[in-house]
């Protein structure tokens, strides 16, 4: 049974950082490309990032580049989201993704975690 399992959201400050984990298990995912999306009230999924296994390549949406880094322990089996220099528009349930290829599209990806909340206030 595939499961990941995120963790790490809460409240920050503007300016804040969080660092959102990602534990996968269930299956090999060496060829899967793990992501990062996020939900808002009322707004659609969308995605923020995204990594081979590999870690050979690697693509952000455009407004958390230099500020959200994404990365991988393959011994962990785990994938993380590193938020630095958070903003209120950050603010959404984040929700870790598997897909057998290197997407940006949601409806592309396999497999889910449950979501943790992100909330940026001050």
């Given amino acids: 049974q595939v499961q990941l399992v995120e963790s790490g959201g809460g409240l920050a400050q503007p300016g804040g950082s969080l660092r959102l984990s990602c534990a ?21 999924r969308t995605f923020v990032a995204a990594t081979r296994w590999s870690g050979n390549t690697i693509s952000y949406v455009d407004s958390v580049k230099g500020r959200f880094t994404i990365s991988r322990d393959n011994a962990k089996n785990t994938v993380y989201l590193q938020m630095n220099s958070l903003k209120p528009e950050d603010t959404a349930v984040y929700y870790c993704a598997a897909a057998a290829i290197h997407t940006t599209l949601w409806r592309r990806y396999d497999y889910w975690g449950q979501g943790t909340q992100v909330t940026v206030s001050s």
């Fill in 24 to 44: 996968a298990s269930g299956r090999t995912f060496t060829n899967y490309t793990m992501g990062w999306f996020r939900q808002a009230p009322g707004n659609e």
